[in-house]
Nanobody, 118 residues
Framework: QVQFVESGGGLVQPGGSLRLSCTASGFTFSTYAMSWYRKPPGKERELVAS????????NYVDSVKGRFTISRDNAKNTVYLQMNSLKPEDTAVYYC???????????WGQGTQVTVSS
């Protein structure tokens, strides 16, 4: 059974940093691209960042380029999202998913809440 468990969210002041983690199970992690999504309050879920399987190409939505970094540890079946210079508009529930050949697998996890506020 494919599962995703996100953690690391919290309340942070503007300009602060957080590191999110997502541990996956139920599939061969190293062979899948991994992505982080977020759902801001009252808005649709959006793709934030992706990292392929080797050679680990990365892509980011324009609004987070230069501030967020996605990485993965295949030995731990975990994908990370380092978020720096956080802004109030980054407030959202953050989720991870796996995909290969354009197809996502599994269902959404519980997500982790990130709130950026002074």
């Amino acid at each position: 059974q494919v599962q995703f468990v996100e953690s690391g969210g919290g309340l942070v002041q503007p300009g602060g940093s957080l590191r999110l983690s997502c541990t996956a199970s139920g599939f061969t992690f190293s062979t899948y691209a991994m992505s982080w999504y977020r759902k801001p309050p009252g808005k649709e879920r959006e793709l934030v960042a992706s990292i392929t399987s080797a050679p680990y190409f990365r892509n980011y939505v324009d609004s987070v380029k230069g501030r967020f970094t996605i990485s993965r540890d295949n030995a731990k079946n975990t994908v990370y999202l380092q978020m720096n210079s956080l802004k109030p508009e980054d407030t959202a529930v953050y989720y991870c998913r796996a995909q290969r050949s354009g197809q996502r697998i599994g269902d959404w996890g519980q997500g982790t809440q990130v709130t950026v506020s002074s």
